[in-house]
Each structure stands twice: as C-alpha cells, then as structure tokens.
C-alpha cells in the first residue's frame, strides 16, 4: 500500500486530499510512522524525529494513528490477496508476500501480470486507496519490484534480468543489510551489489560471519529460496542492535534502549498488536547474554510504558566492560484496542496522545482534555453539526472540522472541551461498498 496511514487520513478526509500529512506520534519523543508524498517532497520520512520533520514541513498536517481504521483496511485487502492464494504472508499491515503459483492465479509472466493489473484495480474499488505490485520469481525481487513500482504502479522483473537490476543496486537493497551492516561492507569498499559479487563469498564470510556472509552473497546473485509462508500467529514483537564499537556509558546504554523500545513499538503498532511482557536482552563485552522481563497488568502499546518497563529491567543488569547487543521486545500479544493507548498511563501523566495540550493549561482543564481524548487527527460527532475530526486541542479547547470522506471540505469550528454535544466517534468507511462482493476473512 502506497503511504498507507497518511493515504487513508487523506481519503478520509477531504481537506487533507493533495497536501502534506504526516502520521505519527506528537509529543516530544513522537516518530514519523508514514508521510504523505506531499510531505515526502519537503524531506519527511518514516522513523524521522517528529520535530526534525515539523522543522522541515511546518505547513503540514500532523495527525495521531488511528491503528484501528487502519487495521480494518488492512483486512479488506489482506482478503483480497487470500482470494488469489492460500499462501498469503503479511509482513505488517500494508505489505504481503503471495504466492500466485499455489493459488493457480497466474503460471508465467502475462498471467501473473494479469493478476497484478486486477489486484490493483480492486485494492481501489473496496478500500479507495492505492496499492503497489512487484512480480517476480523470489520474495527479494518481489520486494524490489514493488519499491520501484510505488507510487501507484506495477513492476515486472523478468526471469533471466535479475542479475542486471541488482548490480548497481545499493547493498543496503538486500533483505538483512541494515544501517550496521551496511556501515561495515562501505568501510571495506563495497557499495552496491556488483561489489558483493567481485568481493566473493570468502570475503564476504571473513568480513560479516559465515551465516551472514553466505546468506548475502546468495542474496547477491539473486538466489532466494525463502518460501511464502501462510499468516502465523505472532508470539512476540522485538527489536535489537549489535554495535561495532561495544558501549560503556550507562548514559548511552539507557538511550539505546529508549530507541529500541521505540521501535518495538511501532513494530507492535504496524501489526495492530498489544503486549503485556516486556523484555529487554542485553549480551555484554564477553558475548555472556541476559534475558530480563516485567509483566504489566494489562496489553500496551504505549511507547512510553514499553521504555519506562525497559529501563527498570536495565537497572537490574551489570553492563561494566561494556555491552555489545541490546534489544527490547513485547510478548503475551492480543489484539490492538483503541483504548490500549491511554490504559497505563493516564492516571500518571498526560497521555502521549494529547501532548500537544500546551503546559500552561490548568490543573483542572487538563484532567478533562485527557478524560476526553480529543487527539489530532480522530474521529468526533457533535449533536447539530454531525461528524468531525479533531485538528488540534489545547488551552481548554477544541477545534474540529467537520467533514466526512464523501463531502466536500467542511467548515471548521472551535468548542470548549467539556462540550456536552462533542463526542468520540468511530471512523466512517471509505468507500460505498453496496452491491460489492464481500471480502474474505
């Protein structure tokens, strides 16, 4: 899917349609989670700060994920990709592998193109968003494909070119060459995937292990035997970084740490999970790993619980001589409900989700933002002017425009917060979907 959560902001809502959005969290440690193409023009990506990217797109709209819209598009067309095969493996909420062979959708390069050119045009007609499609022989190819299909297109890689498109391709294109990786090979004069291949599969060993260093090189010469697996279940949700230089500051260990959990959850977010278990793994100077875990009462997805639980768990841990890997991840997973956002913490502090109330509003006016939960970007209905959503809240107000995805731009009008005819509401569908056919689950 193309942009996925700022395309669906903007199919939502008409104002935003051909401007820049960027969907993330808002607070002081918020991260881009997607940016429109609009936004993207300014240099606002994935992962970006969110200050670093309201810095360089001040214009933008800015908006918190609504995880829960997002997942029932997903299902729309997750359901149309298993009418094509029962091998369907879902990478996140906007991305899946599938194997058109298994279903007997497509046999050679014009059926498969076929299927591509009508999986696109029914993404459409159910959802009203666009998605991209890459075809070829391999998991890794395909997902080149589709990269250099986005926005909104279809991409092919014939059999007997896949040699050609790597070579001058970045290292970093490779499944399984992050920024670390990508970092060593530069350091020893490899840069694209040509150079992979004139370094050799010895070099290649010597420089990143043997089960690295095979499995790249194979990579390399376009061999990718992974299979599409079919949807399992997830067990756990986590992240980890080994680091060249092991590190010693206690300072920088509990930043590190931080990052991770950051990333966990966005992980744990794209998937529209919720965990109870947080873990945090820590291998020190002398390869030796330690596993520590907390159990909260309840699923979070609240990036906030997560580093707050990791850093307790590092407290318990000696990292004297320095430590080499480090990683934070979440387990006892359920299913993503709205609500998991605000349940651990509100009680506490305001909730990430309304830090954009500014800090002079009183005591008394910010319990009632955060008991309301007017956040940018959600749903609202108000008894005489119907539905809304929230473009911004502080000061003891709220100021929504209403709008719905099949109206023109609406009129915007500001409330007090503890307006009684202002109240949440659930997103409105996309698309009409009378007399369609229905998807399968």
Not at 137 to 144: G, R
Not at 237 to 251: G, P
Not at 271 to 297: C, H, M, N, P, Q
Request: overall charge negative.
């Amino acid at each position: 899917m193309d942009a996925f959560y700022a395309s669906a902001e903007q199919a939502s809502k008409p104002s935003l349609r051909g401007k820049a959005v960027v969907v993330g969290g808002l607070g002081p440690r918020g991260v881009v989670a997607t940016a429109s193409y609009e936004a993207r023009v300014f240099g606002v990506h994935s992962a970006m700060p969110m200050a670093q990217a309201r810095r360089l797109a001040p214009n933008a709209a800015y908006l918190v994920p609504r995880f829960g819209f997002y997942k029932a598009i997903s299902e729309q067309v997750m359901g149309l990709l298993r009418e094509l095969s029962p091998l369907v493996e879902p990478l996140s909420l906007d991305e899946a592998f599938v194997d058109l062979e298994a279903g007997g959708a497509a046999w050679d390069e014009a059926s498969a193109r076929l299927v591509g050119t009508k999986l696109r045009a029914d993404i459409r007609a159910f959802t009203g968003l666009t998605g991209s499609v890459g075809l070829a022989a391999s998991k890794m190819l395909a997902k080149i494909a589709s990269e250099q299909a986005k926005p909104d297109g279809l991409v092919v890689i014939e059999p007997g070119t896949e040699r050609a498109l790597l070579g001058p391709l970045s290292v970093r294109t490779l499944p399984g060459v992050g920024p670390a990786t990508g970092d060593h090979l530069r350091r020893a004069g490899i840069h694209t995937v040509d150079e992979i291949v004139e370094a050799g599969e010895d070099e290649l060993v010597r420089l990143l292990g043997k089960a690295h260093g095979h499995g790249l090189y194979a990579m390399a010469l376009a061999r990718d035997e992974r299979a599409v697996v079919a949807e399992r279940e997830a067990k756990s949700v986590s992240v980890e970084d080994t680091y060249d230089v092991d590190i010693h500051d206690r300072v920088r260990v509990g930043l590190e740490v931080q990052r991770l959990a950051d990333r966990c959850v966005r992980r744990l977010r794209s998937a529209g999970l919720s965990g109870r278990t947080i873990v945090l793994k820590v291998r020190r100077y002398d390869f030796s790993t330690l596993t520590r875990s907390e159990t909260l009462r309840g699923p979070t997805d609240d990036p906030a619980v997560v580093r707050e639980a990791a850093l307790r768990l590092l407290e318990g841990v000696d990292s004297t001589g320095g430590v080499r890997l480090l990683g934070v991840g979440v387990s006892g997973l359920a299913d993503f409900t709205q609500e998991d956002l605000f349940a651990q913490a509100a009680g506490e502090r305001l909730d990430h989700a309304v830090e954009e109330v500014a800090d002079d509003v009183p005591a008394e006016e910010r319990d009632v933002v955060v008991e309301r939960r007017w956040v940018a970007g959600h749903d609202v209905r108000h008894a005489e002017y119907g539905h809304g959503w929230v473009q911004g809240s502080g000061l003891g107000r709220v100021t929504v425009r209403f709008e719905t995805p099949h109206s023109e731009p609406g009129r915007v009008r500001t409330f007090l917060v503890d307006d009684p005819a202002l109240e949440s509401a659930e997103p409105l569908p996309l698309v009409e979907v009378m007399g369609a056919r229905p998807c399968h689950p």
